[in-house]
């Protein structure tokens, strides 16, 4: 491992977490369920954009570290999620498979980030001759942009939540809406039913441990859940937004290593006395930096655990101490 003064810096190739097969992209040949596309940060660090059909009709998109789905249907093109900085991406990976113009835009959820390219689409289709393009929500996701009064595209169609649906040219979209989501609190799994193809975004990255604070996840203590509820919906490919197609090997694997992080922690926080890791509590006026020291300890201890087994897996350096604090504050709070 290569130190700076800011970062720990992952120099040798990560491993794979469910030694996958890997593949080159491509936007012809379908992607067997559990494969992946080899080389995916030099994809994203070298490309502006990759694509990779999943199925007769669906494809993945890749660009910035971002990902996102696809589905052409015989007269437009429905699109989950536009993200940032993606727009012209967007529409040249669609124009690259069809003619067709993008005709329905589905949001997961309210995060900026992964919806923030809906203007430069539309503007695309309108310049194709579309005059009203759908843009589709839940009605969880649709009232978060009104009272946080989103400058986004609005939805003109609205599902019901937790398991509202739409068809889409003979295509059945289900929304899956998680009853306490870990990450945000209108975060819903998009299955594309006929397809097999499960869109969600900053849950599960296929061939990652779980991505910093899980994802900007808002909390920890329903994480879990939601990993096992997306398991358990009927599909064999996944897009989670960031990183590598998905596979159910991908929900094994983040499985056990959520047991082997709390376990940890628990280890770490058993060993590691509050207030004892300062020699003289006097040097404080106040238990906040106390608190920040524990964490410190804690969240370092459970990091040296996990790194023999984990330590070569993409971003341990980084994201196990970030998960390894919520875990912690997770415990804390709930026993």
């Known amino acids: ?15 794979s977490t469910v030694n996958a097969t890997y593949v080159t992209p491509s936007a012809t040949e379908r992607l067997a369920p559990g494969s992946k596309l080899g080389e995916l940060f030099t994809l ?9 059909r999943l199925t007769e009709r669906t494809y993945f998109f890749g660009g910035g570290f971002y990902t996102t789905t696809f589905y052409v249907g015989d007269e437009g093109v429905l699109l ?6 993606q727009g012209a991406n967007l529409v040249a990976a669609i124009a690259q498979v069809t003619s067709r113009p993008v005709t329905a835009i589905v949001y997961s959820h309210y995060h900026a980030d992964h919806i923030i390219s809906t203007p430069a689409v539309l503007d695309a289709s309108r310049a194709a001759g579309v005059q009203n393009v759908r843009v589709v929500a839940s009605t969880e996701t649709a009232a978060k942009m009104k009272l946080l009064k989103s400058g986004l595209p609005a939805p003109t169609e609205i599902l019901d939540w937790p398991n509202g649906s739409f068809e889409f040219e003979g295509l059945t979209v289900r929304l899956n809406g998680f009853t306490r989501a870990a990450h945000t609190d209108d975060a819903a799994a998009l299955l594309l039913v006929q397809e097999k193809v499960a869109h969600l975004p900053d849950l599960v990255n296929g061939d990652q441990p779980p991505f910093r604070s899980f994802g900007s996840a808002e909390n920890y203590v329903y994480y879990r859940s939601n990993v096992n509820e997306l398991g358990a919906l009927d599909w064999n490919h996944l897009v989670g937004g960031h990183g590598n197609v998905g596979s159910k090997d991908d929900i094994r694997f983040h499985n056990t290593f959520l047991d082997d992080l709390e376990a940890a922690v628990g280890g770490a926080m058993a060993a590691t006395q509050f207030g004892a890791v300062v020699d003289d509590l006097t040097k404080f006026n106040n238990h906040a930096a106390l608190m920040d020291l ?9 990091t040296d655990e996990l790194r023999p087994k984990y330590g070569r897996f993409y971003g341990f350096e980084i994201t196990a101490p970030a998960n390894a604090e919520m875990v912690t504050l997770s415990m804390v709070s709930y026993r």
């Open 1 to 15: 491992m290569q130190q700076d003064t800011k970062v720990t810096i992952q120099s040798a190739p990560p491993l």
């Open 44 to 52: 994203n660090a070298t490309r502006p954009y990759f694509l990779q």
């Open 80 to 85: 989950l999620d536009p993200p940032e900085g």
């Open 294 to 302: 524990w964490l410190k300890a804690v969240t370092t201890k459970a």
